[in-house]
Nanobody
Framework: VQLQAFGGGLVQAGDSLRLSCAAS????????MGWFRQAPGKEREFVAG????????YYADSVKGRFTISRDNAKNTVYLQMNSLKPEDTAVYYC?????????????????WGQGTLVTVSS
């Protein structure tokens, strides 16, 4: 599975931004998808996940109620809608794909990674 994330940029606190991740190479709906982020000097952390069908979603506590993950299997694309952005959301955001059951939270559960897209939130 090849993944390409895009949609990052520079926004102000309180603004919204939507990230997209386009997938190719395998049957997209067979893969659960996740968004992770890595801020400067910090470890990569889980942000949100969505099951292959889109029926189940998972969020980190820090983004719950502000971010929404969704997917369009007809377009082989997963989205991350980010609202009420805060300076602490500044990071490089990565999309990732995983196959099979289990938890969505650990980085080690993911088999394929896209390149990151930078989100910068100014105060």
């Amino acid at each position: 599975v090849q993944l390409q994330a895009f949609g990052g940029g520079l926004v102000q606190a309180g603004d919204s931004l939507r990230l997209s991740c386009a997938a190719s190479g395998r049957t997209f709906s067979n893969y659960g998808m996740g968004w992770f982020r890595q801020a400067p000097g910090k470890e990569r952390e889980f942000v949100a996940g969505v099951s292959g069908s889109g029926a189940r979603t998972y969020y980190a506590d820090s983004v719950k109620g502000r971010f929404t993950i969704s997917r369009d299997n007809a377009k082989n694309t997963v989205y991350l809608q980010m609202n009420s952005l805060k300076p602490e959301d500044t990071a490089v955001y990565y999309c990732a794909a995983r196959y099979g059951g289990g938890t969505y939270y650990p980085i080690t559960e993911y088999d394929y990674w896209g390149q990151g897209t930078l989100v910068t939130v100014s105060s």
